[in-house]
């Protein structure tokens, strides 16, 4: 869709269909939703016909009539064919996978060829894609296509409108449809980065507030990563070894406490998407290191429970959080 010609078709097809909405459930290519038009070389094609017709008539060559008819016969059974390629396809949106903001939706599509002859080069393509996708799809055959589309906030992210074309087999013709699924991608807040210490408040017993990390056995020591507390540096071993390394201790057993995530406590100076990105890291640092948490956010408290269940419940409330 790189031509000017191209993209005002495309604009204005935008402006028309713009009072559909998307539509829901599969959708079949037919009379009623394919275009076909000229491509470039068609275009080229049609003058040089034009030019051979004239020359003809001017200068009563039998043998030029013979060859513009014969040409401008391939040229509408091409345009039949290019049609015929995309005509009956049959599109179903598919499930996208939750994501966080700034990577990369996979969008799944399943096209479906109901009929024996094969679709050749089959371009999908969304406005944020930089390329298309070329998809075959043989004879009585369905194909799952994954498409890479760019997130930028967190929320519903509707599907963006899809446009299907192919100029198979000559180039002469394009013939395209659009495509707007009624579905959605969850987009999570982008976790923090760096991320921030997990906060010491525990809930110890569901009840109280308890502080310390409920440590008992030392089992090693390990380099510093981020999130670690600064109480855990192990000082006595980096002055033996010598290392510049900032080590710090790894204990086993123990009861840390239940973490309460807790809006409230975040410094109040702290935007709303950056209390969002903070609670997501935490979130998932908690989970990852097998720790028991609540979420607490304005209106919304998600009891303490683990497990990747309970993630996906916090983090789909971070997400959609004012939505």
């Known amino acids: 869709?790189?031509?000017?010609?191209?993209?005002?078709?495309?604009?204005?097809?935008?402006?028309?269909?713009?009072r559909q909405g998307p539509q829901a459930g599969d959708v079949r290519l037919g009379r009623r939703n394919i275009y076909i038009l000229p491509s470039k070389a068609g275009l080229l094609c049609a003058a040089v016909l034009a030019t051979m017709l004239?020359?003809?008539?001017?200068?009563?060559?039998?043998?030029?009539?013979?060859?513009?008819?014969l040409l401008g016969g391939i040229t509408l059974v091409a345009m039949l064919q290019t049609f015929r390629n995309l005509a009956a396809v049959l599109l179903r949106p598919g499930r996208a996978e939750p994501v966080f903001a700034g990577n990369m939706a996979e969008v799944k599509l399943q096209m479906f060829n109901r009929s024996t002859h094969e679709r050749f080069a089959l371009r999908l393509q969304a406005p944020e894609m930089a390329q298309a996708t070329l998809i075959d799809l043989p004879g009585a055959s369905d194909k799952?296509?994954?498409?890479?589309?760019?997130?930028?906030?967190?929320?519903?992210?509707?599907m963006p409108r899809f446009k299907l074309w192919t100029d198979f087999p000559l180039g002469l013709w394009r013939a395209w449809a659009y495509w707007h699924p009624a579905s959605r991608v969850l987009v999570y807040p982008s976790p923090e980065t760096?991320?921030?210490?997990?906060?010491?408040?525990?809930?110890?017993?569901?009840?109280?507030?308890?502080?310390?990390?409920?440590?008992?056995d030392l089992a090693a020591v390990r380099p510093f990563a981020a999130g670690d507390s600064p109480r855990r540096i192990a000082w006595k071993a980096m002055a033996r070894t010598g290392s510049d390394t900032v080590l710090v201790k790894q204990f086993e057993g123990g009861y840390r406490g239940d973490l309460l995530l807790d809006w409230a406590r975040l410094p109040a100076a702290l935007p709303v998407e950056a209390r969002l990105s903070r609670l997501?890291?935490?979130?998932?640092?908690?989970d990852a290191s097998g720790t028991r948490y609540a979420l607490r956010?304005?209106?919304?408290?998600?009891?303490?429970?683990?497990?990747?269940a309970h993630r996906q419940r916090c983090l789909e409330a971070l997400a959609t959080y004012g939505g």
Do not use: C
């Not at 760096?194 to 308890?210: F, K, M, N, Q, R």
């Not at 997501?280 to 908690?286: F, G, I, N, P, S």
């Open 144 to 158: 799952l296509v994954v498409l890479a589309i760019p997130t930028v906030r967190r929320g519903w992210m509707p």
């Open 1 to 18: 869709m790189s031509s000017a010609r191209e993209s005002w078709v495309d604009r204005l097809a935008r402006h028309l269909l713009k």
């Open 54 to 69: 004239i020359a003809s008539i001017n200068y009563q060559l039998s043998l030029g009539f013979a060859l513009t008819f």
């Open 194 to 216: 760096p991320a921030a210490p997990l906060p010491e408040l525990a809930i110890v017993g569901g009840e109280g507030d308890g502080r310390g990390q409920g440590e008992d």
């Open 280 to 286: 997501t890291r935490w979130v998932l640092d908690a």
């Open 297 to 308: 956010l304005p209106g919304t408290v998600i009891d303490t429970d683990a497990g990747p």
